[in-house]
C-alpha cells in the first residue's frame, strides 16, 4: 500500500472546486493510504469524506519559526507521491522543505508539473483537471450522497439566503443587506420560505433580514458545513455573492443564484452545476427585482 499526500488549504470554495480533484484522487489511488494536509476550518468535513484515510493540519507556521516548520516538515514528508492542489508560491516551497520527493504541481523541478501555460487562465476545476491528467489521474465525478441527508430537513420550498462574503476588497464582494431583507420578503410572499445561512460572523445581517421578514428562518452560526450541505441538497433555491456557501450548495446540486462583483471572475472559479451568475461592476447596481426574478426563475421545479 502507497503513501499519499494531498495538499489544499485556501478557502471554503477553493476547497469545495476541488472535490473532483479529490474524487479522481481517490479511485486512482483505491488501495493506498491518502492523507490530507488543510485548515483547522476543512478538517471535520475532510475526515467525514470517502476521499481521505487521515487529515493533517497545517498551521501555517513564519518561515522563521524552527519549530513549527519542523512540525509542518513531519506532515510532508514519508510519502510515495504528493498532490500539490493549492498550487501557491507558499505550498511550492512545501516541495523542498519536504525533500523534494515526487511531486505534482508547480514547483520548480518536481517530477509531474503542470506545464499548461494557460492554467492560470482557467476555471478551477478544468485546471486541477489538468494538474492530474500530467500525473496520469483520470477525472472522476464526486458522489456526494455521503453529505446528501446532514443538516436539519425542513418543510419545503425553502430557499438559502446567503448574505455573508469575502472580507476582501473591504466588501465590494458583498451585496448589501437591506436588499437581501427585501429579497427575503418577495420570495416569502411568492411561497418561498427564506433560511438564512452562514456563520456566526453574519448575526448582524440575519438580524437585518428577519426585521424586514419575521417569517424567514436564522440559521446562521448553528450549521456545519456538513449540514450546510445537506440543507442545500433539498433547497428549491440558494442566492449569495461569490462565497463558499453558494459553491458547496452549487455543487450539492442546489439551483443557485451567485452575485459576482468586478473582483470575482466567473471564468475561473463560477459555481459549478445550476448556477445563473448576474455579474455587476459593483454590486450596488443590482437591484432586488433583478436578483428576486433570477431567483425565481432559477429554483427547483420552476417551469
Known amino acids: 500500500m502507497g503513501r499519499i499526500l494531498v495538499i489544499r488549504l485556501g478557502a471554503l470554495g477553493d476547497f469545495v472546486l476541488s472535490f473532483p480533484a479529490f474524487a479522481a484522487i481517490r479511485a486512482h489511488h483505491a488501495s493506498d493510504h491518502i492523507t490530507l494536509l488543510t485548515t483547522a476550518p ?8 470517502p476521499w481521505f484515510d487521515s487529515v493533517e ?11 513549527g516548520l519542523l512540525a509542518l516538515r513531519r506532515h510532508l514528508t514519508g510519502h510515495d507521491f504528493t498532490y500539490d492542489l493549492q498550487t501557491s508560491s507558499r505550498s511550492s516551497l512545501y516541495f523542498t522543505l519536504a525533500g523534494r520527493p515526487p511531486w505534482s504541481g508547480i514547483a520548480r523541478g518536481c517530477s509531474h508539473p503542470d506545464a499548461d501555460p494557460a ?18 489521474v483520470p477525472p472522476a465525478a464526486p458522489d ?45 410572499a411568492a411561497g418561498l420560505h427564506p433560511v438564512i445561512a452562514g456563520t456566526q460572523a453574519e448575526a448582524g445581517e440575519a438580524a437585518t433580514i428577519l426585521a424586514a421578514c419575521p417569517e424567514a428562518t436564522d440559521l446562521t452560526g448553528r450549521t456545519t458545513l456538513q449540514d450546510l450541505a445537506g440543507l ?8 449569495g455573492g461569490d462565497t463558499g456557501p453558494i459553491h458547496l450548495a452549487a455543487i450539492m446540486g442546489c439551483p443557485v443564484v451567485a452575485l459576482f ?6 471564468a475561473l472559479a ?17 437591484d ?6 433570477a431567483v425565481l426563475a432559477r429554483r427547483r421545479g420552476h417551469t
Request: positive net charge.
Open 261 to 266: 462583483s468586478r473582483f470575482s471572475n466567473p
Open 270 to 286: 463560477a459555481p459549478v452545476g445550476e448556477a445563473t451568475v448576474l455579474c455587476a461592476d459593483s454590486l450596488n447596481s443590482l
Open 144 to 188: 456526494l450522497t455521503w453529505l446528501a441527508p446532514r443538516g436539519p430537513h425542513l418543510p419545503p420550498p425553502y430557499a438559502l439566503v446567503i448574505p455573508g462574503t469575502s472580507a476582501s476588497q473591504n466588501g465590494a464582494k458583498k451585496w448589501p443587506t437591506d436588499r437581501y431583507a427585501a429579497l427575503a420578503s418577495g420570495l416569502a
Open 42 to 49: 476543512f478538517k471535520s468535513l475532510a475526515q467525514d469524506s
Open 232 to 239: 442545500a441538497a433539498r433547497a428549491a433555491v440558494a442566492v
Open 119 to 136: 492554467r492560470n487562465a482557467l476555471h478551477t476545476i478544468a485546471r486541477q483537471r489538468g494538474q492530474l491528467a500530467a500525473a496520469g
Open 57 to 67: 493540519l497545517d498551521r501555517r507556521p513564519r518561515w522563521h519559526h524552527l519549530p
Open 288 to 293: 432586488v427585482p433583478q436578483v428576486q426574478q
